[in-house]
């Protein structure tokens, strides 16, 4: 009749982190770090959408990914080594993505510079 509550670390369900499968035990992973990696992997991809898409998402994940980093020197050891090398992977993605929609939307500014010249350039008041 006597301990009729319920068992010690049984009552609180909601604990105040996740633990994975094959993760030591009080490493959490590390926040944003997937969200980085899809970032990052999304601007490669979104550099052929006029360079702004990709510019777009580089950026976002360029800046997720200095927040995690800082947060993972402050404490390395609370968070599992691999979640910190999806978030280097997705900051190189983001890196490369923000790189070649750069040059994209520069080519496509270019471009525009030469068919806005070239029809400036054509003698209107002869065209009748």
């Known amino acids: 009749?006597?301990?009729?509550?319920p068992?010690?670390?049984?009552g609180n369900v909601n604990q105040q982190f996740s633990q994975q499968p094959g993760m030591p035990f009080g490493q959490q992973i590390l926040p944003n770090s997937t969200a980085v990696l899809v970032l990052g992997i999304i601007s490669i991809v979104g550099c052929f959408c006029y360079g702004l898409v990709g510019l777009i998402l580089g950026i976002i994940a360029l800046?997720?990914?200095g927040k995690a980093g800082a947060l993972y020197q402050q404490n390395p050891g609370?968070?599992?080594e691999?979640?910190?090398?999806?978030?280097?992977?997705?900051?190189v993605c983001a890196?490369?993505?923000l790189s070649l929609s750069a040059v994209y939307l520069l080519c496509i500014i270019i471009y525009l510079c030469i068919i806005g010249t070239a029809i400036s350039m054509m003698p209107w008041d002869m065209i009748k």
Not at 7 to 10: A, L, S, W, Y
């Open 82 to 91: 691999a979640s910190f090398k999806n978030m280097k992977a997705g900051k």
């Open 1 to 5: 009749m006597e301990n009729q509550g």
């Open 95 to 97: 890196i490369v993505g």
């Open 63 to 65: 800046v997720l990914a």
């Open 78 to 80: 609370m968070y599992s």
């Open 7 to 10: 068992p010690p670390n049984q």
